[in-house]
């Protein structure tokens, strides 16, 4: 399984911007799909974005859509999310995640079809 972890996190203020990171190691890192995730205190994990093994196809929550967007640099081994317009509702974990599969799009929301996960980054956006 391929090693995950993210940085990038920290205080924003509301409209602000923020990109988040993800390296990988480990792995055959061309091969895996990749996702966003985020828990919110006292939430459920929830799908936030996810981005097909070769770039081609992503997909994003409603919540995030438009303001959020996923991209994957393979000679880097790193996925990253750039955060516009941020919102207070935007404040959680957010957690990366990797599948070895050619699947995509709605497929990848649900996280268990992850296998591999990082520890997670904290994002708190003020108002």
């Known amino acids: 399984q391929v090693q995950l972890v993210e940085s990038g996190g920290g205080l924003v203020q509301a409209g602000g911007p923020l990109r988040l990171s993800c390296a990988a190691s480990?792995?055959?890192?061309?091969?895996?799909?990749l996702g966003w995730f985020r828990q919110a205190p006292g939430k459920k994990r929830e799908f936030v974005a996810t981005?097909?093994?070769?770039?081609?196809?992503?997909y994003y929550a409603d919540s995030v859509k438009g303001r959020f967007t996923i991209s994957r640099d393979n000679a880097k081994n790193t996925v990253y999310l750039q955060m516009n317009s941020l919102k207070p509702e935007d404040t959680a974990v957010y957690y990366c995640?990797?599948?070895?599969?050619?699947?995509?799009?709605?497929?990848?929301?649900?996280?268990?079809?992850?296998?591999?996960w990082g520890q997670g980054t904290q994002v708190t956006v003020s108002s």
């Open positions: 995640a990797a599948e070895p599969t050619y699947n995509s799009g709605t497929y990848l929301r649900d996280g268990i079809k992850f296998g591999s």
């Open positions: 480990g792995g055959a890192f061309s091969m895996y799909a």
């Open positions: 981005i097909s093994w070769n770039g081609g196809s992503t």
